[in-house]
């Protein structure tokens, strides 16, 4: 839907910047506001991981430059990220209006964005990041858990291994980037296995090896259905993994009430009662 | 032929459209003289038919983002691999591979 009652505003000749999400779902997800910014732009890079969702994007925009070729192989994928920023930054400085346009939401589990953003503040330039549907949102719907019920963990799956991190098996623990763990660069020897089995190793000193493990993928296309799979701990190992699955593990232990801080609650509310009464 | 990306906008945009069964919505699509790609697609409940189609012939790379290092800002360091130890205590840019 587009404003048709309101004139746009357009101050020419000063670079401005929007990181914007366009969702999971083609057609379904994309905001009015990150429409606006796509449509209102002079240039618009693309990091989509769906080249069907990219077309989309084209029809929206004459300029939609991809930002996938700058993958390659062997290369780190930083320094595809790195040139990502690079790009954006030299059309903000010729005065353009730029948008960066990435599946989900821009600013969660995204490095680039932040980043472009940061360093065009830095330069005195406007820039915003619009929020997006992503992959997390898409999962409370279709896996049909709150976040807040429980408490929700989510961690970069590799994180686990390089970081002492702590792990509360009474809430939910969502890991990203499974698929692509012990895998830096494009193309690179996949240690990915070796590295799994070590992931699984250490998220089995908070789980039982039997532990549901659920494999969520999302559905990006609107014809297609959301993927979930139920499987154990255990054979996370050795299941095949795609770059565009995330997996959830459910809470393994029950809600431990804090003695404790019950007891001080109670003394609390015993106190403020006899000051009532007083 | 009915214009396969705006038949996907419409059918991710209408409600009634997008959870639709698949006979149902190819029963829909027949009659906008939807491409046959579509209706394989629709039928297979997955996009590969319209990559031929629309000729996509790779698969993109899924942005990734880089796997975040406590301690040091990944674009401080140089690109290439962090000894194992230092991966931890460094935002170390080897191991970033979000998008
Ligand atoms: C770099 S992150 C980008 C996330 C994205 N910015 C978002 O808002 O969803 C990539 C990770 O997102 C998750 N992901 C990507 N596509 C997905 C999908 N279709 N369904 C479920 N998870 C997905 C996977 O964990 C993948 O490793």
């Not at chain 1, 430059?65 to 993958?71: A, D, G, I």
């Not at chain 1, 915003?128 to 989510?154: K, N, T, V, W």
Request: glycine letters at 8%; a negative charge; aromatic letters at 6%.
């Amino acid at each position: 839907m587009t404003n048709t009652i309101l004139p746009s505003l357009n101050v020419p000749g000063r670079g401005r910047l929007a990181c914007v999400g366009l969702g999971m779902t083609l057609g379904s997800h994309l905001t009015p506001l990150a429409r606006s910014h796509i449509v209102q732009a002079d240039v618009v890079f693309a990091a989509l991981s769906d080249a069907i969702a990219e077309e989309w994007l084209k029809r929206m925009h004459p300029d939609v430059r991809s930002l996938q070729p700058y993958y390659a192989e062997g290369k780190p994928r930083i320094k595809t990220y790195r040139e990502w920023v690079a790009l954006m930054m030299a059309e903000l400085r010729t005065g353009k209006r730029v948008c960066g346009v990435f599946y989900g939401h821009p600013g969660i589990f995204a490095w680039s964005p932040h980043k472009v953003i940061e360093q065009a503040h830095a330069e005195g330039y406007e820039a915003h990041m619009e929020p997006g549907i992503s992959a997390e949102d898409s999962l409370y719907a279709d896996l049909g858990f709150d976040p807040g019920r429980y408490g929700c963990q989510h961690f970069e799956a590799s994180q686990l291994l390089y970081c002492e991190r702590r792990i509360d098996p009474a809430g939910y623990l969502v890991l990203w980037q499974v698929g692509v763990i012990g895998n830096r660069s494009v193309g690179r020897f996949d240690a990915g296995l070796a590295y799994r089995a070590l992931l699984v190793e250490r998220l089995g000193q908070d789980y039982p090896l039997e532990h549901e493990v659920i494999i969520y993928r999302g559905a990006t296309l609107p014809i297609e259905r959301p993927r979930i799979q139920r499987i154990t701990l255990r054979e996370l190992a050795e299941v095949p993994l795609t770059a565009e699955e995330t997996v959830v593990l459910p809470p393994a232990v029950t809600l431990q009430p804090n003695r404790a801080m019950l007891e001080r609650l109670q003394t609390l509310d015993a106190r403020e009662k006899e000051g009532a009464a007083a | 032929m009915t214009d396969t990306i705006e038949l996907l906008e419409a059918i991710g945009s209408d409600a009634s459209l997008r959870y639709a069964s698949a006979d149902i919505l190819n029963g829909v699509l027949e009659q906008t003289h939807a491409s046959a790609e579509l209706m394989t697609a629709v039928a297979a409940g997955n996009g590969a038919s319209l990559r031929v189609e629309l000729g996509i012939q790779q698969v993109p790379q899924t942005p990734q983002s880089p796997t975040q290092l406590p301690g040091q800002e990944p674009d401080e360091e140089e690109e290439e691999e962090a000894p194992q130890s230092e991966r931890c205590h460094s935002d170390h840019p080897s191991s970033l591979s979000f998008q």
